[in-house]
């Protein structure tokens, strides 16, 4: 629950900040959109993986977080160093 919380909360104002130029109701549009859809996917995915074994569907969902989550981090580090270089 934490690193979901953690993840919603710095998602949200990454992009508002990386995106600014686009406009903030088009970027929180598109996320909501994104947020919407991937929940329809992931939790017909989930029901399936659930039938076969409740457990692995935690499991599942556990590294899934944690590879976002890192996904992330990652794309925010590359950020960082582009900025760095330009300035």
Not at 18 to 31: H, N, P, T, V, W
């Amino acid at each position: 629950g934490f690193l979901i919380a953690l993840n919603n909360t710095v998602t949200p104002t990454y992009m508002s900040e990386r995106f600014a130029s686009y406009g903030q109701g088009k970027i929180m549009g598109l996320q909501t959109s994104i947020f919407c859809l991937t929940n329809v996917i992931m939790s017909l995915i989930g029901s399936v993986i659930a039938v076969l074994s409740i457990k692995l569907t935690m499991i599942l969902a556990g590294f899934l977080v944690l590879c976002s989550i890192m996904w992330f981090l990652g794309v925010v580090k590359n950020t960082l160093a582009l900025e760095k270089q330009t300035s």
